[in-house]
């Protein structure tokens, strides 16, 4: 301690940090982290699908395809404004669309020929193809059902 200039020199002794001092301290910075960890999914969850007030709003309908584009129990996304939406040609011939938003975390969802369910790849999540209802997974909600319309051999998607 001889070469330590005089003005880093102090009075006051530096007192060593206990065991328990430092886990509290490390505690009370990162337990609201752990808390925000644990919530967040909880919170996503129990608010998943309530905000409808996209800009996706502002455009009411969409012209997606022809029909002969689209064969029998074969889906397409596309996009509806700002958010994808998803066009089905049912086995039965009908055409289903639904918002292609999955109502778990809002991943993209697409239809499965092979399992003739819509399927969302995030968390696995199943819907019914013909109604939109949620029939496996996490997803809490069905999918938000859109208008289909065959107009001069167009299919025409719309909101209402």
């Known amino acids: 301690m001889e070469n330590v200039p005089k003005e880093w020199k102090t009075t006051d002794p530096i007192k060593p940090v206990g065991r328990k001092q430092f886990m509290k301290m490390v505690l009370g910075v990162f337990s609201p982290s752990w808390a925000g960890i644990a919530i967040y999914p909880v919170y996503r969850y129990l608010s998943s699908g309530n905000s409808d007030a996209s800009s996706s709003q502002t455009v009411s309908s969409v012209t997606v395809c022809k029909v002969n584009e689209l064969p029998v129990n074969t889906g397409k996304n596309f996009q509806f404004g700002s958010s994808p939406a998803l066009v089905i040609h049912a086995q039965d011939g009908s055409f289903h669309a639904f918002k292609a938003v999955c109502t778990h ?56």
């Open 105 to 160: 975390l809002g991943c993209t969802v697409q239809y499965r020929p092979d399992k003739s369910l819509i399927w969302c790849a995030c968390h696995g999540g199943c819907y019914n193809p013909d109604t939109g209802k949620n029939v496996s997974g996490p997803p809490p909600k069905p999918l938000p059902a859109l208008v289909v319309k065959v107009e001069n051999d167009s299919i025409v998607v719309s909101i209402s």
